[in-house]
């Protein structure tokens, strides 16, 4: 597709599942962001992957969270055990790495904790 | 202290007014710097990229300021449609990667 597409939309979870949150970059984006947008807040950064360096997870906020990218392509985004505080948007960007690089984002998984 | 900081807000202002945000970084070595819109439950979207020289597209005006470490957008002529959170953004090449701030929410009422 032409954008990042994120899957799926809308995610209700019971309290105590895991959930699994999937991104598709732009192709050719060698970066891949994860952010959290809790209702009313600021983007809250999660992990970032360039091509194949070692990922930075300093925004993951607890060992409950992990994410994963192949290469290039696609990443999840797990949570496990999943805590009311969890829910929140999670948006995922991906952007090409040079000077000025600018970040297109995916519209976006809503994820409800009951 | 966070490494990019913006006006709190919330700004509320007439239509037609001039609403100016400012957005401080503190790693010297960032190389690039944007200014993105989100609307209520919208992903962020690019509005501007912001130059050393400044830049100005229609009624929006971007300025850096690298010896102070700060950013800012002016908004001419306030529409209604203006309405959303502006989320300045650095780049750091060294890093290659971009910091967001944490927004500045825009109301502009009739």
């Known amino acids: 597709g032409a954008g990042v597409s994120q899957s799926p939309s809308n995610k209700v979870t019971e309290k105590g599942k895991d959930v699994e949150l999937r991104c598709d970059p732009i192709s050719g984006h060698t970066a891949l962001y994860w952010y959290r947008q809790r209702l009313g807040q600021g983007l809250e950064f999660l992990i970032y992957f360039q091509g194949n360096s070692a990922p930075d997870k300093s925004g993951l906020p607890s060992d409950r969270f992990s994410a994963e990218r192949t290469g290039e392509s696609v990443s999840t985004l797990t949570i496990q055990r999943t805590q009311q505080e969890d829910s929140a948007v999670y948006l995922c960007?991906?952007?090409?790495?040079?000077?000025?690089?600018?970040?297109?984002f995916g519209q976006g998984t809503r994820l409800t904790v009951v | 202290r966070k490494e990019v900081e913006q006006d709190p807000g919330p700004f509320n202002v007439p239509e037609g007014a001039t609403v100016a945000f400012n957005c401080t970084y503190s790693?010297?070595?960032?190389?690039?710097f944007f200014w993105y819109r989100q609307d209520c439950r919208k992903e962020p979207k690019l509005l501007m990229s912001?130059?050393?020289s400044g830049n100005e597209d229609g009624r929006f005006t971007a300025q850096l300021n690298r010896a102070s470490q700060y950013i800012s957008l002016l908004i001419r002529d306030s529409k209604l449609s203006d309405s959303a959170t502006y989320l300045c953004?650095?780049?750091?090449?060294?890093?290659?990667?971009?910091?967001f701030g944490d927004g500045t929410t825009l109301t502009v009422k009739p």
């Open positions: 912001v130059y050393s």
């Open positions: 953004v650095v780049y750091n090449t060294n890093a290659g990667k971009s910091t």
């Open positions: 790693n010297s070595a960032s190389q690039s």
């Open positions: 960007a991906s952007s090409l790495v040079s000077t000025g690089a600018e970040a297109f």
